[in-house]
């Protein structure tokens, strides 16, 4: 089985900080598709000559970029010999966690806000045998008690404030940069937490080299210094939901609210490391309705084929109104990172499906009827 995947430890294992005492926790989670856009670009003024390919995360093991984190970060924790992990979660950490910790033997406890987690997710967290605490507040409230809690018990905190799960991220920039031989002029990400901008920022940094003297990343640990894969790093564009948007409006917020629950944080924990990213690369933030989040789900699935989550149409729908406008350049390189597939929140996308399902009764003729009556015109 020389060329199995085995998962993102294995394959990138001298650029982690694993060792051959690590026992590795993995679902083979990471190498996912990077997939080029064959119709929205060109329906977009300016994007004729505009290059544009999603990094489906949604094809990791449950359905999340949050994958690449967790394995790093639970295969960490059991090395520490810890048995029980914790974290708040908008959902998708949750899954990831409780997936990672019945692998490894562990108790999961997970803290997600009432009712504002999407269905398939809490179906995973409840399948994989994970505890799951359901709080009267939001996830800023959550992560709050998870640091408090993680000092009175014996639980490893596997949030993004763990930073072993920046290390795992960082990944999917490597392998985007892999895939293209080169970095991309522009990277577009989702940003709540706003733990995968920095870790993929840390992963497009490794891969030219850069200059560590004035890198608050690796700390000159970079293990591509001596031998830089590419020469140019991507412009770093963060985008978030406008009511969850505390970059655009340089701070707290307090009751953050959007249908992209995965990204309803109003007190992200890697703030500055993520201002930093975006300042360093020459990106920018910027916000987009719920509106233009769901409009985006929707055409990414019947334009495309890519169904997604809205928190993870939130980058496409980004970087389209920034090629339309000119901010991003005509003739440029630009990669999205699509978070989590859309099979996650089914009730959201249902809601927004108008057209009702045809039903005819079971014959030939009415078979017919209903096909030749919707043939494209
Ligand atoms: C976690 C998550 C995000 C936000 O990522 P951060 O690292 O918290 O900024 C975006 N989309 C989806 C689907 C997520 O699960």
Redesign the pocket.
């Known amino acids: 089985m020389q060329n199995h995947y085995s998962g993102l430890i294995n394959r990138y294992r001298e650029r982690l900080p694993v060792s051959d005492k690590t026992p590795v926790i993995s679902l083979c989670e990471g190498d996912t598709p990077l997939i080029k856009l064959a119709n929205l670009p060109a329906e977009t003024p300016n994007g004729a000559d505009i290059s544009m390919y999603v990094k489906f ?1 949604g094809l990791n093991p449950t359905a ?3 994958d690449r984190g967790m394995t790093m970060a639970v295969s960490k924790a059991a090395e520490e010999g810890a048995k029980a992990i914790v974290c708040a979660s ?4 949750s899954a990831a966690a409780a997936a990672y910790a019945a692998r490894a033997g562990m108790t999961a406890f997970v803290l997600i806000p009432e009712g504002k987690i999407a269905m398939g997710k809490l179906a995973q967290a409840m399948m994989y045998g994970a505890v799951v605490i359901q709080i009267r507040g939001n996830f800023d409230d959550g992560m709050e008690l998870v640091k408090r809690v993680a000092k009175e018990a014996p639980v490893a905190i596997v949030n ?1 404030i763990n930073p072993f799960r920046l290390q795992g ?1 960082k990944t999917a920039a490597f392998e985007i940069t892999e895939a293209l031989g080169r970095a991309p002029d522009y990277h577009c ?11 993929y920022w840390i992963g497009f940094s490794e891969m030219c080299g850069h200059n560590t003297e004035s890198c608050t990343l690796c700390n000159g640990q970079c293990p591509f210094l001596a031998d830089p894969k590419v020469t140019t790093r991507p412009r770093m564009v963060g985008y978030q939901a406008a009511g969850a948007a505390p970059f655009m409006r340089n701070g707290k917020v307090e009751n953050p609210e959007t249908v ?1 629950t ?2 309803r ?1 109003g007190n ?1 924990q ?1 703030f500055d490391l ?1 201002k930093a990213a975006v300042d360093e690369s020459g990106g920018w933030f910027d916000e987009l309705t719920d509106e233009e989040i769901l409009a985006m789900q929707k055409r990414l699935a019947n334009r495309e084929g890519i169904f ?2 809205p ?2 149409a ?1 980058s496409v729908a980004g970087a389209l109104r920034d090629i339309e406008n000119g901010k991003i350049a005509p003739g440029s390189v630009v990669t999205c990172t699509v ?2 597939h859309g099979l ?1 929140d089914p009730d959201v996308a249902i809601a927004q499906c108008q057209e009702p399902v045809v039903t005819i009764d079971a014959n030939l003729e009415a078979v017919k009827q209903a096909i030749l009556g919707n043939l494209p015109g």
């Open positions: 995360e999340s970029f949050k908008t959902g998708n950490t993004s991220q990400i989702p940003v709540g937490n706003a733990g995968n901008i920095s870790g992209a995965a990204i944080i992200p890697s993520a997604c989550e928190a993870s939130v978070t989590g996650k």
